[in-house]
């Protein structure tokens, strides 16, 4: 079937404006993680959806940042007043349940959005 | 503290030899999951294997294994039989029981194969 999927592929915007980041995850998984990687890092966590609820927000670096997940399928990750240092590759990925243990917790990921605040 | 230690930037590896990637943890769990994940130049993090802490047995999947030495807190990667296409990141990574879903990842290591 179909893997996670990621819209758009690259964004440029300027300081200051808003963004909207949208992930699809594969179809039937229950859970949903956004992570952060800056040039030369490795993913950093930010948020992650069991169902439509968000389980854990803990790594979202300020109240810039948000995301929902309305309908427990596909979400998208909100950054207002965009800033410099928010250029990054916003990676999101899924798997059957966030509470399910051993391989089936393994997490797939999707392509990443590139994000560029000029 | 970091959590996941790679301690390797870059490795280089000769076209058909095994090479093996480093990876050390940290956690006060007893439940946790390791991954190692390859991140081609394109971007996309695909996901290699994974070594659940209770496993007795060391993860294999292909050409890749993973050396889990519980008492060490290693997680070591192996390819055998390197290929060009192998040439990519790789991160390994730790899911805690205790901390819900999300993942830790270390800093990566380059590797690059020499045809």
């Known amino acids: 079937g179909a893997g996670v999927s990621q819209t758009p592929s690259n964004k440029v915007t300027e300081k200051g404006k808003y963004v909207e980041l949208r992930c699809d995850p594969i179809s039937g998984h229950t859970a949903l993680y956004w992570y952060r990687q800056s040039l030369g890092q490795g993913p950093e966590f930010l948020i992650y959806?069991?169902?439509?609820?968000?389980?854990?927000d803990s790594g979202l670096p300020n109240d810039r940042f948000f995301a929902v997940r309305p309908e427990g399928s596909v979400s998208t990750l909100k950054i207002q007043r965009t800033e410099r240092g928010d250029s990054a590759v916003y990676l999101c990925?899924?798997?059957?349940?966030?509470?399910?243990?051993?391989?089936?917790?393994?997490?797939?990921f999707g392509p990443g959005t590139r994000l560029l605040v000029l | 503290a970091q959590k996941i230690t790679q301690t390797q930037p870059g490795m280089f590896v000769q076209e058909k030899e095994a090479v093996t990637l480093d990876c050390t943890y940290d956690t006060s769990d007893q439940s946790y999951g390791l991954f190692w994940y390859k991140q081609p130049s394109s971007g996309e993090m695909i996901f290699l294997i994974y070594q659940g802490s209770y496993d007795e047995q060391n993860a294999t999947e292909g050409r890749y294994s993973l050396n889990f030495q519980k008492a060490r807190k290693s997680a070591n990667l192996v390819i055998s039989a390197s290929q060009l296409g192998d040439s990519a990141m790789y991160f390994c990574?730790?899911?805690?029981?205790?901390?819900?879903?999300?993942?830790?990842f270390g800093q990566g290591t380059e590797l690059s194969v020499k045809p």
């Open positions: 990925a899924s798997s059957l349940g966030a509470r399910t243990s051993g391989r089936k917790e393994t997490q797939y």
């Open positions: 959806f069991q169902g439509t609820g968000a389980a854990d």
């Open positions: 990574a730790m899911r805690e029981a205790n901390q819900g879903g999300k993942l830790i």
